[in-house]
């Protein structure tokens, strides 16, 4: 059983950055890190959810959305069971809650159709213009 942490959240203004971070902790979670698929989604009100990033902690392997690609930046610290999504040139159409997920196994280019089963809470990105 995994158990997901995203925090970094906040506000900031059009063309700022913001890191957030996915702590992941539980009971296996130090054997299978290097195993999982972590994902990175968001969710704007009115919205459906939207994939942003994956990363494969086995090699390092990242998918972008292209609302994202060149702006945004997802990393693996597997020592901490951690994963970060540095976000750039920020826009107003970034604003969502972002949440973080996990899956055993991979990511690839289709990461939206993995079914994630442990979720975190959820952090709120606002971007002012």
């Known amino acids: 059983d995994v158990q997901l942490q995203a925090s970094g959240g906040g506000l900031v203004q059009a063309g700022g950055s913001l890191r957030l971070s996915c702590a992941a902790s539980g009971d296996t979670v130090d054997d299978y890190f290097d195993d999982y698929a972590i994902g990175w989604f968001r969710q704007a009100p009115g919205k459906e959810r939207e994939g942003v990033s994956c990363i494969s902690t086995s090699d390092d392997s990242t998918y972008y959305a292209d609302s994202v690609k060149g702006r945004f930046t997802i990393s693996s610290d597997n020592a901490k069971n951690t994963v970060y999504l540095r976000m750039n040139s920020l826009k107003p159409e970034d604003t969502a809650v972002y949440y973080c997920?996990?899956?055993?196994?991979?990511?690839?280019?289709?990461?939206?159709?993995?079914?994630?089963?442990?979720w975190g809470q959820g952090t709120q990105v606002t971007v002012s213009s």
């Open positions: 997920a996990a899956d055993v196994g991979p990511c690839d280019d289709d990461f939206v159709l993995l079914d994630f089963d442990s």
